[in-house]
């Protein structure tokens, strides 16, 4: 793991293809091409420095916005979309994050894909020091100056695991937990949802969770040791004569008749809605199976990994714009940056 220290200078030029998550639409009954207020909030190790103006209407937007920031011992920048809501909190769209070691101490015009949807277009200039170890006595200091970051900075954060982008979440209705099946008690931020695939879990119980994230872009093979569940369910539309939960998202299925789906095989309910965000884990208690990871000495998977193209489809046919990444990342099968996976693994 590499800390820098110096200034950054962003520029957040444009976003292509964003698109609202399932989690914001979820209630709504017209789906399709909706329409988002989209802001970029961006932070360096979770802490908010910088963010856009707000774009109204539009999966598209440009912003073509300059910061400067002051940066100590940072180790990652991560851009995250928002919907500018009109009563809060804000709605999660998509989000990535660049580790400080992989940019070059120069002007980095690039494109980054975000997840779940989308790729945004920055330009990264960076002046100062990269060094293996923070220096000591920065450390401190430091801390300082987050805390003061902080007191104004009123924003979501996203818990990413396996995927999964939780955020804490005001939940308007009783929901069980969909990894221990409790159920959540509480006023206020109880339930962390997944602002991807709508599953809500425990606090307590996010970073337990063993499954990927449907949603997910990353495919994961490639990187250390971990356990891959494929045992798709068989759901068939079922009429329940109890109340009854849905054990992916937690809350109530709704309705007189044909309230949701049942898997043929380990009985669980879902929504119709929610069962392409069904993880492939028939017949596999969450808890339980989280219990075992834990017991062989597995975590699941808190990494950021960010993936940079070097080409953005839309914008290379009409050849407006280039991106002149370092030659490192050029080289090999277009868009992924081969040695960005290896060495994110250092920071665990
Ligand atoms: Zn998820
Ligand atoms: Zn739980
Ligand atoms: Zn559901
Ligand atoms: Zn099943």
Known sequence: MKFFNGSMTLKICEAHDLKPTDCSTR??????????????????????????????????????????????????????????????????????SIPFEEIKEKTNDLWVDL????????????????SEEPPKERVFKEKEGLLNRRRGAMRRRVHQVNGHK????????????????????????????????????????????????????????????????????RFSVHNYKRPTFCDHCGSLLYG??????????????????????????????????AKVIRDIGLTPDTRKKPSISTDSPNKDKQGRLTSPLPDLEKKKNGNKIPYMRSHTVASM
Not at 76 to 95: K, S, Y
Not at 115 to 130: A, D, F, M, R
């Open 27 to 96: 209630h709504q009954i017209a789906k399709g091409a909706l329409l988002i207020d989209p802001y970029i909030s961006v932070d360096v190790d979770d802490n908010e420095v910088a963010r856009t103006t707000t774009k109204t209407k539009t999966l598209t937007p440009v912003w073509n916005e300059n910061f400067v920031t002051e940066v100590h011992n940072g180790r990652t920048i991560g851009l995250t979309v928002f919907h500018d809501a009109a009563i809060p909190p804000d709605d999660f769209v998509a989000n990535c």
């Open 256 to 289: 007189i008749v044909k309230q949701g789906e049942q898997c043929g095989d380990c009985k669980i309910n879902v929504h119709k809605r929610c069962k392409k965000n069904v993880a492939n884990s028939c017949g596999i208690n969450p808890k339980e199976f």
């Open 166 to 233: 939780f955020m804490a979440t005001l939940l308007r209705q009783p929901t069980f937990c969909s990894l221990c099946r409790d159920f959540i008690w509480g006023l206020w931020n109880q339930g962390y949802q997944c602002q991807v695939c709508t599953c809500v879990v425990h606090k307590r119980c996010h970073k337990s969770i063993v499954t990927k994230c449907p949603g997910s872009k990353e495919d994961g093979s490639e990187e250390g040791p971990r356990v891959k569940i494929n045992v798709p369910h």
């Open 115 to 130: 997840e779940p949807n989308g790729q945004i277009h920055i330009v990264l200039e960076l002046q100062g020091s990269t």
